[in-house]
């Protein structure tokens, strides 16, 4: 059970948790219309600051644009509405779920003239894949389930509709005895995690794969910034399953799962069976960097 706050922004303005409800025939809840991000906000040294705002909020419209939902505030009142919520819950430290969706009116496939909703929550949410997850490094299965062809999930869009693929992978691995999932593309590569981008270092040099079949994550891309910035070589490539086994590491990124080792792949140990060293520095620098301790980066956060 989450831990629920005390108001969401709602089409403008901010609501009694409890009443923030929609229909039952709201035609997202039918046909998976709906685009949504994942933000956190972390308590860093010099107070509260959301990371990497402008760009989610974004990646939020180029998704409503993909799949042609015509967003009815601007970009800067969605930056403007997320702070709002999350000063008005009382948070600093948070996770927050902006989410826009084609709403009630008619049914059927077809309902152009149905609204747009938007709304934001926020509430505290702790390590996605667990602390231990975090330190130790996570058990991960490469799922019986292959992310959509490019032509039927465009993975630039972070649309409600395509995370039955990732619940479905993910409920596969748990009911396995692992902690996550990881999916291949329509041709066998590696893909991505049901909610995380994928790196793997073999002698030093960083690989994740092409963004094709993938959401191009915002932590993915800061963890390339810092990782070139801290003198590493990262290549964007197509990565076969047997070259994740033989990796000396491997780790997943996502504003939910942050910087998660990975110690263990479909029963074979990753490199040490640890959070390896480059995986440990890329960690660090990315908390450095969410918690403003990182001066090359502060223009990433949005203080509260
Ligand atoms: N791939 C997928 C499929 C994905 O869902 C996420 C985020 C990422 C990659 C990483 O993207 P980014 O957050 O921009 O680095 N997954 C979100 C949802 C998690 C959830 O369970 O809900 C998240 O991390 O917020």
Redesign the pocket.
């Known amino acids: 059970m989450l831990t629920e706050g005390k108001v969401i922004w709602m089409d403008g303005k901010l609501v009694p948790w409890g009443e923030a409800n929609v229909h039952v025939l709201t035609h997202a809840l039918h046909y998976g219309m709906g685009v949504?991000?994942?933000?956190?906000a972390y308590q860093g040294a010099d107070g509260g600051a959301i990371f990497?705002l402008p760009?989610?909020t974004r990646?939020l419209f180029d998704s409503a644009h993909i799949l042609g939902l015509k967003m009815p505030f601007s970009q800067d009142e969605i930056n403007r509405a997320t702070l709002e919520t999350v000063r008005a819950n009382g948070l600093s430290a948070c996770?927050i779920?902006p989410i826009a969706f084609l709403g009630y009116g008619a049914m059927g496939l077809y309902a152009p003239q149905n609204p747009v909703n938007v709304s934001i929550a926020a509430w505290p949410w702790g390590s996605?894949l667990g602390e231990e997850g975090l330190s130790k490094g996570i058990r991960v299965q490469v799922s019986g389930f292959v992310r959509n062809h490019v032509n039927s999930a465009m993975?630039r869009a972070?649309v409600a509709g395509?995370?039955v693929n990732?619940v479905l992978a993910k409920m596969e691995a748990k009911a396995s005895g692992y902690d996550e999932a990881l999916?291949t593309d329509t041709s066998g590569f590696l893909a991505?995690?049901?909610?995380?981008?994928l790196f793997i270092v073999r002698d030093g040099v960083i690989h994740t794969p092409v963004p094709t079949a993938?959401?191009?994550?915002?932590?993915?891309?800061?963890v390339m910034i810092l990782a070139r910035e801290r003198g590493y070589t990262v290549v964007e490539r197509p990565i076969t399953r047997d070259e994740l086994y033989i990796a000396d590491e491997a780790f997943f990124?996502?504003?939910?799962?942050e910087v998660t080792p990975i110690r263990e792949v479909d029963h074979r140990v990753i490199g040490s069976g640890k959070r390896g060293p480059v995986t440990e520095v890329l960690q660090n620098a990315y908390f450095d960097c969410v918690n403003g301790r990182d001066p090359k980066h502060k223009g990433w956060l949005t203080p509260l």
């Open positions: 949504f991000e994942g933000i956190r990497r760009e989610h990646r996770y779920r996605y993975t972070k395509y995370y990732s999916l991505e995690g049901a909610g995380e981008n993938i959401l191009p994550g915002i932590t993915r891309d800061s990124t996502g504003s939910a799962a």
